[in-house]
């Protein structure tokens, strides 16, 4: 049975860990169910999920860099207490995903479901 890259489309050779075109890791095992796991990301989720770990770690590189900067402009301008919203907005953003996690609704950037 041909097997292709779930990235590019390439046709992977047999057995291949790596596509030979786009580089991405391919595995068999993968296609199903991803290698991220559920348990790890809810706990970066719930203390480290204003920095976007829980999304670093999920490969979500765009979304976790937007809470993380969200965070540091809130400590920057928390002496002018505008910045408390924006650490409470993160929070309240990242306790959402947490939950999300924990039910299953967050894929990771593969569109795998988390084991
Ligand atoms: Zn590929």
Redesign the pocket.
Known sequence: MKKF?S??G?ELAEGADV?T??G?MVNASNAAAGSKNKIVAAVLAFFLGTFGAHNFYLGHTSKAVTQLVLTIIGYITLIFLIGSLFIMATGIWAFIEFIMILTGSIKDSDGNALV
């Open positions: 890259c990235n590019c390439n596509c075109k786009c991405k």
